[in-house]
């Protein structure tokens, strides 16, 4: 089965984050089938939030792919970031 989650790099104590469609039985920073974007949980000020292809995403789903909870709320934060700007 294949699962959208969040794959774990950066440093000791900067976390950053790259969401991934991967193999469910890939160990969490192993081996992945697609990159789909990226969250940084320490962004400040002017550093770039969280970035997901939202029709990569959508695709995944759409052949069966679980999304963690985590990745959820995050494209749901995404959609929601993108929805003001495209009415604008």
């Known amino acids: 089965m294949v699962v959208i989650r969040l794959s774990r790099g950066g440093a ?3 976390p950053f984050y790259t969401i991934v469609a991967a193999d469910k039985r890939v160990r969490r920073d192993g ?3 697609e990159r789909l974007g990226f ?3 320490s962004a400040r000020g002017g550093e770039e939030g ?3 292809a939202q029709d ?3 695709y995944w789903v759409s052949v069966g792919a679980q ?3 985590t990745v959820a709320r995050l494209a749901k934060q995404g959609a929601k970031a993108v929805a003001p700007a495209a009415a604008a």
């Open 50 to 52: 969280p970035r997901l």
């Open 39 to 41: 969250y940084n949980p």
């Open 56 to 58: 990569r995403l959508a």
């Open 67 to 69: 999304v963690s909870p």
């Open 12 to 14: 000791k104590a900067r």
């Open 31 to 33: 081996a992945f089938i």
